[in-house]
């Protein structure tokens, strides 16, 4: 047995053992894993109760010792250290505090106490002690479920996390814990997520295998089979995966989602495309290798018809591969425009890898056409199918396809027949620049068509609302509101304000619309007038659109709004009486949510999916009802008449294309989006070009990394025969093969490429810091102005002593920010955003930092960054102060930095930097070119008079005007 087969055999038994070993631990993760899952959390949430109770108690005698607290005392030092954060309440009111990540609130009890609380999807153990009138509450987090995804990509994200729940009685598949101190409970796994890495094991398996088919018969006779088997092994992968034989989990990633890609039954997502992809462009090499080793002993018979075969099979694969290119951009939720590069994600790159693959096998396929026939005849035999093809293609208007397969496919042929001997660099331009004016031209065509695909889904969901109808929610809340006594209270009773009013009404009964609609609630006494305060639509007018044609019954209560300003809302009447007794009438207006403000925190947790695709699209919008503006959206400035004219949806107005949309009863909308201009048209070219150069210099860079890593340490260093292989296929062949002209050129590129780059840091980084900068005034001058409404006695008696919040909802409102409002000992009064306090996803006690800061550095105010899950932001702090100058309270603004506004900003100057420097590459590579001629002529002219150089005969005098360099070593020849 050779050293080969030896060797081979070796890597395919652990290939094998490998798989075996994978394949037992899927099944067993498939099913024990939930339960082992479940078993080790136990046991971990087990450990850390004792270590945090172990530690409290350690540490509960000295600080019982304290009388002031500071985040730096050793004691409480040594519990935060631990991950135990520590709450002390004197009179029931908060002393101390450690975190204002949940909610701890005093129970108003004796003795000790051991409490598990839920707070948003969080688990937190709670140790209760007290000494004399202070309560010491100590808490630690047991289960971190995740919770948030605020910063979501642009494609489908992947949430693979275990999700646990705890519940105080045993249920099926739960697991009791025990621990010191604290009472019995049991853990529920909700989600298991049993991830890759056995999935990983059996792929590793197959590559082993693969390996060692390859290094038995690589080598041998037998060459091709190293091809053929690979290539078998892998389709009956691919086979085991489709049939949920193995590799289940992988299957759930998102690459293999089909809300991220689905085109047909041989795409039907993006892992299947690029693992396709990849064993095609394998494949082709096989079949191009085979043939080269065979064209020359090929009878003429036989290569004729492998020419006809391969002609055919050219045009029909040039036709695919350009209908497909443009189907990834229409079938995917991946972002193909380039000019907004920072939409692009990891699918975009892993869609242009599949791209790439299918470009190598057009290549590929060219070649071997090469090999059959390099004459200048058997150039116009080639070229006449595929003109064939593009004229029948433009006959059956498919004009675009018809054009780029002649450009794409015509201009290979000839480049590839062009070709004698050595590859300039001109052969491998051409072969970079015809797919990326190709791949530009559909992706900038299929985005535009996709993009007014979305605009007509946008424009039936706000126009229509056939979608958004939610007429079985309207029925349940109806019914809740009419049986709900608490609504007679307010009406009877005169402790309860409106705010407080429609607070209540919020949470329990329409908590369910936040994300689409905004709710108004308008309440009057049996004369039609306020009841509370002033109303901002009155009753006459309520009344009557409630009963006009305007409005659609919905429910019995609840209709629908057809016309002006509230189009698309949903009106709600309801009479309030009692034993026989009327006391008035209140309204319920659910307005849609899409607004333009920007920074509020709630809008984070309250985001409209349409706001999200309107923000992100740049969109503008109006509605016309009856030619008339209702309602409008956006930057683009709207008339108060609808003016469009012309029978196509699409128009053109004002460097904008306006997408416009009708219903049956009149009314209009208009969805509209900023005009491309010639420069961001460009940009798909540009970055493809780019990224191919990239690569190209990335893979250069590792062949001279590794043949200087395999070189060092031998005599001379001795290029092995895999660097040397390498190195001769590389875009430059080493430096030391090129001519000075092209080291003159590449010199010059490189320089403006390393400029190219450096300016793109200094002006991003540019962009960063000022953009900070602008919101940070912005958001303190906000707080100014809110802090100085608060300046005067009468609203802070209201605020802090009646407990009348409406001022801070106005200003809420009118600011279009968030506000909190705390006391002076730091415990929340009211906020415009109570959704996150009462559902316990933040405390309602003020960040402890920001308080110790505020109490020993004696300072008004500052600006602080906070977070909340992966959310971080900025968050503004003003100390309110009453008549005598003594501090009231703490005034807060959260501020929501949309990162997506700076990274617009930063993707439109970069694309056109990008576009720039690409006219600035052209110019400096044909600058480059003239400067080397011109310095490498008289060198050339050196050449050619030394080569007419004889022995013994008298060598004619070079004549040369210049006093330079080269006149010198002229002159020295001359002698």
């Known amino acids: 047995m050779n050293q080969a087969l030896r060797n081979g055999v070796l890597w395919i038994l652990g290939g094998i053992f490998t798989i075996l070993v994978g394949q037992v631990l899927l099944v067993r993760n498939q099913n024990l894993g939930p339960e082992l899952v479940l078993k080790r959390e136990a046991i971990k949430v087990q450990e850390k109760i004792n270590a945090a109770k172990d530690l409290v108690d350690?540490?509960?005698?000295?600080?019982?010792?304290?009388?002031?607290?500071?985040?730096?005392?050793?004691?409480?030092?040594?519990?935060?250290?631990?991950?135990?954060?520590?709450?002390?309440?004197?009179?029931?009111?908060?002393?101390?505090?450690?975190?204002?990540?949940?909610?701890?609130?005093?129970?108003?009890?004796?003795?000790?106490?051991?409490?598990?609380?839920?707070?948003?999807?969080?688990?937190?153990?709670?140790?209760?002690?007290?000494?004399?009138?202070?309560?010491?509450?100590?808490?630690?987090?047991?289960?971190?479920?995740?919770?948030?995804?605020?910063?979501?990509?642009?494609?489908?994200?992947?949430?693979?996390?275990?999700?646990?729940?705890?519940?105080?009685?045993?249920?099926?598949?739960?697991?009791?814990?025990?621990?010191?101190?604290?009472?019995?409970?049991?853990?529920?796994?909700?989600?298991?997520?049993?991830?890759?890495?056995?999935?990983?094991?059996?792929?590793?398996?197959?590559?082993?295998?693969?390996?060692?088919?390859?290094?038995?018969?690589?080598?041998?006779?037998?060459?091709?089979?190293?091809?053929?088997?690979?290539?078998?092994?892998?389709?009956?992968?691919?086979?085991?995966?489709?049939?949920?034989?193995?590799?289940?989990?992988?299957?759930?990633?998102?690459?293999?989602?089909?809300?991220?890609?689905?085109?047909?039954?041989?795409?039907?997502?993006?892992?299947?495309?690029?693992?396709?992809?990849?064993?095609?462009?394998?494949?082709?090499?096989?079949?191009?290798?085979?043939?080269?080793?065979?064209?020359?002993?090929?009878?003429?018979?036989?290569t004729v018809f492998l020419r006809i075969f391969l002609l055919l099979l050219v045009c029909a694969f040039s036709y695919f591969f350009l209908l497909e290119s443009g189907f990834l951009v229409r079938d995917s939720s991946i972002v193909f425009d380039f000019h907004e590069i920072h939409r692009i994600s990891k699918f975009t790159v892993l869609g242009l890898i599949g791209v790439a693959l299918g470009y190598g096998i057009l290549l590929r396929l060219i070649q071997m056409l090469h090999l059959l026939g390099s004459k200048p005849r058997d150039l116009w035999l080639n070229l006449f199918p595929v003109l064939t093809m593009a004229i029948y293609l433009f006959v059956s208007h498919e004009k675009m396809t018809s054009i780029l397969l002649l450009l794409l496919t015509g201009g290979l042929l000839i480049t590839e027949h062009l070709v004698r001997g050595k590859r300039p660099l001109w052969y491998i331009g051409m072969r970079l620049l015809l797919p990326c004016i190709a791949l530009s031209f559909i992706f900038n065509v299929y985005v535009d068509k996709k993009e007014v695909e979305l605009r007509e889904i946008l424009a039936a969901r706000l126009l229509l609302q056939n979608e958004r109808e939610p007429t079985a929610l309207l029925s349940k809340t109806q019914a809740q509101l009419q049986a709900d006594k608490g609504i007679v209270d307010y009406y009877t009773c005169t402790d309860i304000s409106k705010s407080d009013f429609e607070k209540r009404l919020r949470q329990l009964y329409f908590t369910e619309y936040g994300e689409d609609f905004e709710l108004f609630l308008f309440d009057f006494n049996p004369n039609g007038n306020g009841y509370r305060e002033e109303n901002v639509f009155d009753y006459i007018t309520l009344n009557t659109m409630y009963g006009s044609d305007a409005c659609k019954p919905v429910t019995s209560n609840f209709s629908m709004v057809n016309e002006r300003k509230l189009k698309g809302s949903f009106l709600g009447k309801f009479p309030v009486s009692d034993n026989g007794s009327w006391y008035g009438t209140y309204f319920v207006l659910l307005k849609p949510r899409l607004s333009a403000s920007q920074g509020r925190l709630s809008d984070v947790f309250q985001k409209s999916p349409l706001e999200a695709l309107f923000t992100e699209n740049q969109y503008s919008y109006a509605f016309y009802s009856g030619s008339r503006l209702s309602r409008r959206y956006g930057q683009y400035n709207y008339p108060n008449n609808f003016n469009f004219k012309g029978q196509s949806n699409l128009q053109k107005l004002n460097g904008f294309s306006h997408f416009i949309y009708s219903d049956d009863l009149g009314n209009l909308l208009l969805i509209s989006k900023p005009l491309k201009s010639w420069l961001q048209e460009l940009t798909a070219f540009t970055i493809l070009v780019l990224s191919c150069l990239l690569v190209a210099l990335l893979y250069f860079l590792i062949v001279l990394l590794r043949q200087y890593s395999l070189s060092v340490g031998k005599t001379g260093f001795t290029r092995l025969r895999l660097v040397q292989m390498l190195r001769n296929r590389s875009l430059f062949n080493s430096g030391s093969g090129l001519f000075l002209s092209s080291k003159l050129q590449l010199y010059v590129i490189l320089v403006v490429f390393v400029t190219f780059l450096v300016v793109l840091f200094v002006t991003i980084n540019y962009f960063k810091n000022s953009y900070s900068l602008r919101q940070r005034e912005s958001l303190w001058n906000k707080t100014n102005d809110i802090a100085n409404a608060f300046g005067n006695q009468a609203n802070l008696d209201a605020l802090f002593y009646k407990n009348q919040t409406g001022l801070v909802y106005d200003l809420s409102n009118y600011y279009s920010t968030d506000i909190n409002v705390y006391d002076a000992s730091g415990r929340l009064l009211v906020s415009s955003n109570d959704r996150i306090y009462d559902q316990n996803i933040i405390g309602s006690l003020m960040n402890p930092g920001v308080y110790r800061d505020f109490r020993t550095k004696a300072i008004s105010g500052f600006i602080h960054e906070e977070g909340i899950g992966d959310l971080n932001y900025i968050s503004a702090y003003y100390t309110i102060f009453d008549n005598d100058l003594n501090v009231k309270g703490y005034l807060n603004l959260p501020y929501f930095t949309n990162r997506q506004d700076l990274y617009r900003e930063i993707s439109n100057y970069s694309t056109t930097l990008i576009n720039l420097f690409a006219l600035v590459f052209a110019l400096a590579a044909l600058v480059a070119y003239v400067i080397a001629h011109r310095i490498t002529e008289p060198l050339n002219l050196i050449r050619r008079q030394m080569g007419l150089v004889k022995l013994g005969a008298k060598n004619a005098p070079i004549s040369w005007q210049h006093n330079d360099e080269i006149g010198l070593l002229i002159a020295e020849y001359n002698k």
């Open 58 to 302: 350690s540490k509960l005698g000295d600080l019982r010792k304290l009388q002031d607290f500071d985040q730096e005392t050793g004691a409480v030092k040594s519990l935060t250290n631990g991950g135990v954060d520590v709450f002390v309440f004197k009179d029931n009111k908060a002393k101390f505090w450690t975190s204002n990540a949940y909610n701890v609130i005093s129970s108003y009890g004796r003795g000790n106490a051991v409490q598990i609380q839920k707070h948003a999807s969080r688990y937190i153990v709670l140790w209760t002690y007290y000494s004399d009138t202070q309560e010491w509450i100590f808490g630690k987090e047991i289960i971190a479920n995740p919770e948030f995804k605020f910063v979501s990509g642009n494609s489908l994200q992947e949430e693979r996390h275990n999700k646990f729940s705890i519940t105080p009685n045993p249920v099926e598949g739960s697991m009791p814990v025990m621990s010191r101190g604290a009472p019995l409970f049991y853990i529920v796994i909700e989600q298991f997520s049993p991830g890759i890495g056995f999935d990983l094991i059996v792929l590793l398996g197959i590559v082993f295998i693969t390996l060692g088919v390859f290094v038995i018969f690589f080598k041998s006779k037998f060459w091709y089979l190293s091809y053929v088997l690979g290539l078998t092994i892998w389709l009956l992968a691919e086979f085991v995966f489709y049939k949920n034989i193995s590799l289940w989990n992988i299957k759930n990633t998102s690459l293999f989602a089909p809300e991220v890609y689905a085109s047909s039954w041989y795409f039907p997502n993006l892992g299947v495309l690029l693992v396709n992809a990849l064993l095609g462009f394998v494949g082709v090499n096989f079949l191009f290798k085979l043939l080269r080793r065979n064209a020359v002993s090929l009878k003429k018979w036989y």
